[in-house]
T-cell receptor, first 114, second 117 residues
Framework: KQEVTQIPAALSVPEGENLVLNCSFTDSAIYNLQWFRQDPGKGLTSLLLIQSSQREQTSGRLNASLDKSSGRSTLYIAASQPGDSATYLCAVGSNAGNNRKLIWGLGTSLAVNP | ETGVTQTPRHLVMGMTNKKSLKCEQHLGHNAMYWYKQSAKKPLELMFVYNFKEQTENNSVPSRFSPECPNSSHLFLHLHTLQPEDSALYLC????????????????FGPGTRLLVL
């Protein structure tokens, strides 16, 4: 059974710092991995999607890596800003029988202080 | 805006009430999803519809009843709920590819915050 763990659960940093959020999964047979952002009381916004054949994806100040063999992904945020404050969720695309589904972590709550 | 809208945004209901949540996507996608998000728990997938056909029901209690009249609209009908059903209910949509092809991301609505008294 696929399980997704995100560390740390919460993180508070001063503005301008570079930071890394971690996601680990127990079954390496995945078809993709995604990072989402959730602002308080709102839905989720997709940040980056890494297909199983890829090693990383970049968008602006965000870079996500994927190492299937070790069951790990990292989300790197460069030069953090107060607007980056949100909960970041990792979701792993897993094959469950004949169906494909996303298995979610609990998220990392990030606070970037001015 | 993600192109997925949900109404109402907030709902308070008693355990004997009947209510419905509505989701609409304007992205031309062929798959829609209902998720439940509770505090301290990962997102729980409740129902999946591909091409209006329900393809997944993750052991959801019968007091939750989904309906997908067309590929743009998805409803979640609620009746005789319990206080533990209080949560944020999220709708999402995606464009599903043929098996084995790269998968697209899911686009989420803002959610309905449900409180059952």
């Amino acid at each position: 059974k696929q399980e997704v763990t995100q560390i740390p659960a919460a993180l508070s940093v001063p503005e301008g710092e570079n930071l890394v959020l971690n996601c680990s999964f127990t079954d390496s047979a995945i078809y993709n991995l995604q990072w989402f952002r959730q602002d308080p009381g709102k839905g989720l916004t997709s940040l980056l999607l890494i297909q199983s054949s890829q090693r990383e994806q970049t968008s602006g100040r965000l870079n996500a890596s994927l190492d299937k063999s070790s069951g790990r992904s990292t989300l790197y945020i460069a030069a953090s800003q107060p607007g980056d404050s949100a909960t970041y969720l990792c979701a792993v695309g897993s094959n469950a029988g004949n169906n494909r589904k996303l298995i979610w972590g609990l998220g990392t709550s990030l606070a970037v202080n001015p | 805006e993600t192109g997925v809208t949900q109404t109402p945004r907030h709902l308070v209901m008693g355990m004997t009430n009947k209510k419905s949540l509505k989701c609409e996507q304007h992205l031309g996608h062929n798959a829609m999803y209902w998720y439940k998000q509770s505090a301290k728990k990962p997102l729980e997938l409740m129902f999946v519809y591909n091409f209006k056909e329900q393809t997944e029901n993750n052991s959801v209690p019968s007091r939750f009843s989904p309906e997908c009249p067309n590929s743009s609209h998805l409803f979640l009908h609620l009746h005789t709920l319990q206080p533990e059903d209080s949560a944020l209910y999220l709708c999402a949509s995606s464009q599903e590819m043929a098996s084995g092809a790269d998968q697209e991301t899911q686009y989420f609505g803002p959610g309905t915050r449900l409180l059952v008294l």
